[in-house]
């Protein structure tokens, strides 16, 4: 098993390596430059006072001083004795400076070195620098000084060598830190099912030891919820499947009553009960159809004929809009082609919010049905001239249980109806929008099918 460390000693051990690489570097670097002095490529950084010992008496007796019996690495400058500049190499801009320095009782100024030559009536003021340079004299000419490109070249490898240990520790640290990410990936995928594997350093490997126990607490609280919300489901429905009995016998049992001889009060209190009976039973099959979603299981689709399939919710939502004494508007371009659904739950979704339409336009009100194909498929969009969507219910009018506090839900619907049809819907590939229609002033819902 690997030995665990810490972040801080990694950090140290690749400072190390680099430091110790960056020394060898140099090493090599000045080994090659000596290699190169040895060999006669590059002068001594002291060659300038090697040929002003070698030369200076050459120079002293000379008959007339000449450019090319100056040494290849020095600059001249012939003055008379009382310092006035005659010639030479060194410019008589720079003359004057020569001149001070060199007769100061001291021969350097920085790394400019100058000596001096007293001549017969003359004064020679030689100029040299205190650096390695290339004998070659054409690389001396297009070149930096021989010391100067070795140490840029030390330099820039002892970069470069950063740069490579900072990429190596950074993937070291990514490859570490690989554990981490696989963790997260996984419980962005809602499975808990994972260890997060060890790294050997010690500050990732507390981190993946969190992610464990986050885990754990996570599933424990996840696998809690979901037996509460299961338990609920399983409890909404026996409800919901309970209430169907008695509601079935009061139904019966007023249907009775409607075919005897009430009159006046007696039966619009029969027919207001019948009215109330008709709305739980559409309750208790919303709430079934909830709870069904929860085990969600896929719809059983066919082909379906479009032409066929709508003509049936006509005739349904003229039942639907006689009921509610509302006028139905039937608009369709009744395509020849095919769907794919479960008839009958995409039939109830279209009937469900064609109810609602129906209920919000009320009596004497406006529904409007029309179908067409676009370039989507088939769009479907339902309008009435009720209240219409408030902007909050625009938002929200799909989730499970909304309601609103506008005169749209006026409190008498569960805030299932959209939700369910959404959901089925959805099931089929289509998607239901919601807003508010400019021609009848009330809802809009467009309902858009594959074809």
């Known amino acids: 098993m690997e030995r665990e460390r810490s972040l801080k000693g990694l950090f140290i051990k690749y400072l190390i390596s680099w430091l110790a690489g960056s020394v060898l570097l140099a090493v090599i670097g000045f080994v090659m430059m ?17 040929e002003y010992e070698q030369e200076k008496e050459n120079l002293k007796n000379a008959e007339k001083i000449r450019a090319e019996d100056i040494p290849p690495l020095m600059a001249y400058a012939l003055f008379t004795e009382n310092g006035q500049w005659k010639e030479g190499t060194i410019p008589q801009k720079d003359a004057e400076k ?6 100061r009782g001291y021969t350097g100024l920085g790394r400019d070195f100058y000596r001096v030559v007293e001549r017969d009536g003359e004064v020679l003021v030689l100029r040299y620098t205190m650096k390695a340079q290339f004998t070659n004299p054409k690389l001396r000419k297009y070149l930096p000084a021989a010391e100067e490109m070795i140490y840029g070249i030390i330099l820039l490898e002892i970069l470069a060598y950063l740069m490579f240990m900072a990429v190596r520790f950074g993937k070291m640290l990514e490859n570490k830190m690989n554990g981490i990410q696989y ?38 609280s996840l696998k809690s ?29 007023n249907e009775l009553l409607l075919e005897g001889n009430l009159q006046g009060d007696d039966r619009t209190c029969v027919e207001a009960i019948e009215v109330s009976v008709r709305q739980m039973q559409d309750y208790v099959e919303q709430l079934l159809d909830m709870t069904r979603g929860g085990d969600m299981e896929m719809p059983q689709k066919t082909t ?27 608009e369709a371009a009744v395509p020849e082609g095919t769907i794919r659904a479960d008839r009958q739950r995409l039939e109830r979704a279209l009937l469900n919010i064609l109810a609602n339409s129906a209920e919000y336009a009320g009596c004497g009100g406006r529904v409007s049905l029309r179908a067409e194909v676009c370039e989507e498929g088939l769009r479907i969009t339902v309008e009435d001239s009720g209240p219409g969507f408030t902007k909050e ?13 506008s005169a749209r839900s006026g409190g008498k ?13 959805g099931e089929h590939g289509g998607r239901l929008e919601l807003g508010n229609s400019e021609a009848l002033g009330g809802g809009c819902v467009c309902v858009w099918l594959p074809l």
């Open 304 to 330: 379906v004929r479009a032409d066929a399939f709508l003509e049936d919710i006509r005739k349904k939502a003229q039942g639907l809009t006689s009921e509610k004494q509302a006028v139905l508007i039937w």
């Open 98 to 103: 020569a001149w001070e320095v060199s007769h």
């Open 34 to 50: 000596s290699l190169a002095m040895q060999r006669g490529l590059i002068y001594p950084a002291n060659h300038g006072d090697t």
């Open 413 to 425: 619907h569960s805030g299932l109806g959209l939700f369910i049809a959404d959901r089925i819907i």
């Open 225 to 253: 919820q979901w037996k509460m919300e299961k338990a609920r489901q399983e409890r909404i429905s026996a409800l919901a499947h309970d209430l169907k009995t008695p509601i079935t016998i009061v139904r019966g049992y």
């Open 393 to 405: 219910a625009l938002q929200k009018g799909k989730e499970e249980f909304y309601t609103g506090s």
């Open 183 to 220: 963790a997260i990936e996984k419980i962005e995928q809602e499975d808990l099912e994972f260890q997060v594997p060890d790294c050997g350093v010690r500050e990732i490997d507390r981190i993946g030891e969190a992610l464990d126990r986050m885990k754990d607490a996570l599933k424990k």
